[in-house]
C-alpha cells in the first residue's frame, strides 16, 4: 500500500546546548522508516528530566552523555503507527502504541522507534496519559520488580514520591501490598495519600530520619549529596536504590549490610510495557498528568520539569 507522508513535519529541535529558550519550533524532513523500524505519528509526548539535562548540557557535562546537534529531543511518545520497515511483524499501521523513540526524537509529529520498546497503548487512557508512562513507569517498576521483588509486609520508602517515578513506584509497591512511605513536600500529601501512601512525610518540615525505620527498600529518586540520612532508615539488610546519582556513605551502608545499587538507563521491552499497561488497564495503576502543553511551548514543559517540583507527569500536546 502506498501512503502519501508530508515532505517535512514541525519538530521541536536545539542547536546548541542552554536554557529552555534553545528549544525552537522548526520544518524538518519527516523520518524515513528503514527496515526494522516503525514510523509513530505522534499524538503525544512525555516530558523526563533527562530531556531538559541533555537540552541544558548537564547530561554532557557530568556523564558525557553525547547528542548530535541539531537534535530533537524527547523518549517518550504515546501514538499509531503511520508505516512499518521491512521485517516488522510486530505492529501494524493504524495500530495506537505507545513507549520509548530509538534515538530521542519524540518532539516531532512523526518519530521512529524500534518495535521492542513499544507496545499497544492501554486503551483505558487517551494519547495524553499514555504519553506520560514510559520512562517513569519502567523505572519504578523494574526497581521494585526486576531489580528486587517487593512483597506484602514489606515497608517501602519512595524519596520524592510525588514525581514522574515516584508517583509510580507508590502504586506498584503498594499493590504488592507493601507499606508504603511517601516523602514530599506538604503540598501533595493529599494526592499520595489517594495513591495509597500509609505514612506521609514532609520533607520541607520533617527529617526523614526521625520518623522513618526498618524499612526494607528506598527509591530514591531525588539523589543529591545528603543520601546517608535515608541509609539510616533502613533495617539491617535493606535496600537502596537510586534512580539518579546521589551520595551514600559505603562504610555506612557496609556496616548494617545495606545494599546500594547502581543507577541504571534501560529502555522498556514490549512485554514490560504491556505489563505495565495491563495494571493501567485493571486500575491498579493510574499516571498523574499535570500540564499539558502544546507542541510550540516545550519550553514551559521544561521551565516546570527543571523546576524539579512537578507532579506527576508534564506532556506534550502533539496533534490537537
Ligand atoms: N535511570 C533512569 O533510567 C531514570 C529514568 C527516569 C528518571 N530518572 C531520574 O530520576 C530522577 C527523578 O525523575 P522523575 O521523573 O521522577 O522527576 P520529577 O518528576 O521531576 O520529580 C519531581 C518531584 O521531585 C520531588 N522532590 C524534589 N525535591 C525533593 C526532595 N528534596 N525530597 C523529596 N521530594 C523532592 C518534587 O516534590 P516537591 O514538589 O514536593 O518538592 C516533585 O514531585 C531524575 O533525576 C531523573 O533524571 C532516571
Known sequence: MTINLPKT????????????EVLQLEDVPVPNVQAGEVLVRVHAAGVNPGDWQIRSGL????????????TIPGYDVSGMVEAVGLSVTTFQRGDAVYGMTTHSAAY????IADPSHLALKPVSID???AAGVPMSAFTAWHALFARTRVV?????????????????AVQLAKGQGARVIGVASGRHEAFLRELGVDLFID?????VEQVAHDVDLVIDTVGGENGDRLLSVLKR??????????????SQAASASLIVEDVVLLLPTTAQLAEIGKLIDTGSV???????????EAYKAHERSESGHARGKVVLRVME
Open 9 to 20: 513535519m514541525k519538530a521541536i529541535r536545539f542547536h546548541t546546548y542552554g536554557g529552555p
Open 152 to 168: 506484602a509486609g514489606q515497608t517501602v520508602l519512595v524519596n520524592g514520591a510525588a514525581g514522574g517515578v515516584g508517583h509510580f
Open 127 to 129: 494519547h495524553i496519559q
Open 108 to 111: 516531532a509529529q512523526y518519530t
Open 286 to 296: 493510574r499516571v498523574e498528568v499535570s500540564m499539558v502543553q502544546p507542541l510550540a
Open 59 to 70: 547530561a554532557h557535562r557530568k556523564f558525557g552523555i553525547d547528542v548530535p546537534l541539531p
Open 237 to 250: 539488610g535493606g535496600m537502596l536504590i537510586p534512580t539518579t546519582w546521589g551520595q551514600y556513605s559505603a
Open 203 to 207: 520533607y520541607t518540615t520533617t527529617p
